[in-house]
């Protein structure tokens, strides 16, 4: 599922830097991180496969559809 993906994916993981907000990367349980972010999970799933600001890129290194069901998981904790 998406949150087990988030916590144990490929590493890094999602949680190594969304947990905590490492390298200003915004946080999960946390609304506010997110203003200004297009929340659009199609968007952010190209986001994480391309890399962006510090956040590597997880193209060829990830599953696609893995990163999607996480993106979903850490876009539910902020609904």
């Known amino acids: 599922d998406g949150q087990s993906i988030y916590e144990s994916g490929t590493s890094p993981t999602c949680a190594s830097c969304h947990d905590r907000g490492t390298a200003g990367a915004p946080k ?42 996480a993106v979903e998981y850490m876009l539910s904790t902020i609904e």
């Open 28 to 69: 999960i349980n946390e609304p506010g991180d997110w203003d200004g972010i297009d929340l659009d999970a199609e968007a952010l799933v190209d986001s994480t496969m391309d890399g962006k600001g510090a956040m590597p890129a997880y193209d060829g290194r990830a599953d696609r559809d893995e990163v999607k069901e």
